[in-house]
């Protein structure tokens, strides 16, 4: 059975990641076995991992690395050895190789590129971030399967990531402006939504994640 590691560092979102994962986890033919850890060992064994997040750049960071190990676990098991990653909202943040929130964090760099404040060209759009919207230019990736150009996710932040090559860009939408709402690279890959907060559709999104083998 595969073992999927949903990282616990203190994040605000953990459990409805966590419950949302199980729900998306039954509905699979051959679950996984879903283990909520920061134990370095665990994770640096995990089959894939999932990086949840909520709140500013530097205090996720921050948590990430507070606790023993994780940082390095992560490394090994995500860029050495190639399992797959999905980082949620501030968890896929983290992939870029700076946050510009409360002054310049330096990130993991999984992804190069930044997290930089949302800016909107009409006033009528408010910051933060929060609601429903339409996802567009959605890739053609095994985690978008069944998900395409007009499907809502839920979202909620402030800051946005803006990867340095746009061909790591999976999906958009348009908030006052177009920006980018998800990347993915070999066997990295994040989502800003919630698709634990986004009914059907997000359990979709955590399904295919739970079944891809990059």
């Known amino acids: 059975m595969r073992s999927i590691a ?3 560092y203190g994040s605000g979102n953990l459990r409805s990641a966590e419950k949302a994962l199980l729900k998306a986890n039954s509905a699979l033919s051959e679950p996984c076995a879903i283990h909520t850890t920061a134990d370095p060992k665990i994770v640096a064994a995990a089959d894939a991992i999932v990086l949840p997040g909520v709140g500013a750049f530097a205090a996720c960071m921050a948590g990430v690395e507070s606790k023993p190990g994780l940082t390095q676990a992560l490394g090994e098991a995500v860029q050495k050895r190639g399992a797959p990653f999905l980082g ?6 983290l992939l870029a190789t700076r946050g510009k929130e409360f002054g310049e964090t330096p990130g993991l760099d999984w992804i190069g590129g930044e997290v930089r404040r949302l800016t909107v060209q009409d006033h009528a759009f408010k910051i933060p971030h929060m609601g429903w919207n ?12 069944g998900i395409g150009n007009g499907d809502h996710m839920y979202f909620t932040h402030s800051f946005a990531f803006y990867p340095d090559d746009e061909a790591a860009i ?18 990295v890959a994040g989502v800003q939504f919630h698709p634990e907060k986004s009914q059907a559709a997000g359990l979709k999104l955590l399904g295919n994640f739970l079944e891809w083998r990059p």
């Open 6 to 8: 949903l990282i616990d």
């Open 134 to 145: 339409a996802l567009e230019d959605v890739a053609d990736h095994p985690l978008f399967a």
């Open 170 to 187: 999976a999906a958009a939408t348009d908030h006052g402006g177009r920006f980018p709402v998800a990347v993915a690279r070999g066997n």
């Open 88 to 93: 949620i909202c501030v968890g896929m943040q």
